[in-house]
Nanobody
Framework: QVQLVESGGGLVQAGDSLRLSCAAS????????MAWFRQAPGKEREFVAA????????KYADSVKGRFTISRDNAKKTVYLQMNSLKSEDTAVYYC??????????????????WGQGTQVTVSS
């Protein structure tokens, strides 16, 4: 059973930075492609960023490209999302997700089998 626990969310002002963490209770984190998704009130869950099993391949939503960075520390079994230059439209619950298919880095939520409970990020303008 894979358990993912996000942390690091909070209330910040526009232009500030936050770093989210996702701690995974797995035998080997490198067995998974990892991703971050987010869901704003009244909106569908959307892809934010994903990283291949070793972090060599990353993908980003156009809306966060250049501002957010996904990284992973397999030894610590933790995935990070560094968020800079935050905007009010980044306000959402952010979810960590794991895909046991480590061959591809996918951006569809349906590809991810395991999800955390989410952490709230609120950006005031």
């Amino acid at each position: 059973q894979v358990q993912l626990v996000e942390s690091g969310g909070g209330l910040v002002q526009a232009g500030d930075s936050l770093r989210l963490s996702c701690a995974a209770s797995v035998l080997t984190l490198s067995a998974y492609t990892m991703a971050w998704f987010r869901q704003a009130p009244g909106k569908e869950r959307e892809f934010v960023a994903a990283a291949s099993w070793n972090g060599a391949i990353t993908k980003y939503a156009d809306s966060v490209k250049g501002r957010f960075t996904i990284s992973r520390d397999n030894a610590k079994k933790t995935v990070y999302l560094q968020m800079n230059s935050l905007k009010s439209e980044d306000t959402a619950v952010y979810y960590c997700a794991a895909d046991p298919n480590r061959v591809s880095v996918l951006i569809s939520a349906s590809a991810y089998d395991y999800w955390g409970q989410g952490t709230q990020v609120t950006v005031s303008s």
